[in-house]
T-cell receptor, first 114, second 111 residues
């Protein structure tokens, strides 16, 4: 079946540092989504990507849809304590048709030392 | 404000009992989904419904049942047939193929 590899699994950084995480798939995707989940809450959509090469920002967050269509990156600049949480990528393969076919990464747990 | 409401936030049950988790949305979304989240396993799809009175099994439907009698509501029943019911359950909805919008989850503990 299709696999999504998300890395790193976890990271701890100092407040103010930039952080980068990525997801790679074994097959071509036509949609990449990035969500953030706070402890005990549901995931919240950060950025949605729909075109290869697309680079989209949301405040201090920037995500890119890889040219090969098999990867995506999320960067957070100038981290702050409220960035703490688990970041998930999710992708939908070409011709998948609907959200039922979303494939999820296992998440990157981010800790920020103030 | 529009959103998805899951209740209760925490639920405790004895083994062998069925339990129903509530999910209500006022976003006018057609599609609704139930996911299960376990540590280190990401999100796994249990059931989904694209329209009222219709629903489909996801990847891990065994031991679960759902109904979709109203557009706004998609309750999930965890039956005694589910071998490992303790988990964090997330309900989501979407309009067409737009990204999923999640509720804040119900943590079920079965002892």
């Amino acid at each position: 079946g299709q696999q999504l590899n998300q890395s790193p699994q976890s990271m701890f950084i100092q407040e103010g540092e930039d952080v980068s995480m990525n997801c790679t798939s074994s097959s071509i995707f036509n949609t990449w989504l990035w969500y953030k989940q706070d402890p005990g809450e549901g995931p919240v959509l950060l950025i949605a990507l729909y075109k290869a090469g697309e680079l989209t920002s949301n405040g201090r967050l920037t995500a890119q849809f890889g040219i090969t269509r098999k990867d995506s990156f999320l960067n957070i600049s100038a981290s702050i304590p409220s960035d703490v949480g688990i970041y998930f990528c999710a992708g939908q393969a070409r011709n998948a048709g609907n959200n039922r076919k979303l494939i999820w990464g296992l998440g990157t747990s981010l800790g920020v030392n103030p | 404000d529009g959103g998805i409401t899951q209740s209760p936030k925490y639920l405790f049950r004895k083994e062998g009992q069925n339990v129903t988790l509530s999910c209500e949305q006022n976003l006018n979304h057609d599609a609704m989904y139930w996911y299960r989240q376990d540590p280190g396993q990401g999100l796994r799809l249990i059931y989904y419904s694209q329209i009222v009175n219709d629903f489909q099994k996801g990847d891990i439907a065994e031991g679960y049942s759902v109904s979709r009698e109203k557009k706004e509501s998609f309750p999930l029943t965890v039956t005694s047939a589910q071998k490992n019911p303790t988990a964090f359950y997330l309900c989501a909805s979407s309009k067409g193929n737009s990204p999923l919008h999640f509720g804040n989850g119900t943590r079920l503990t079965v002892t």
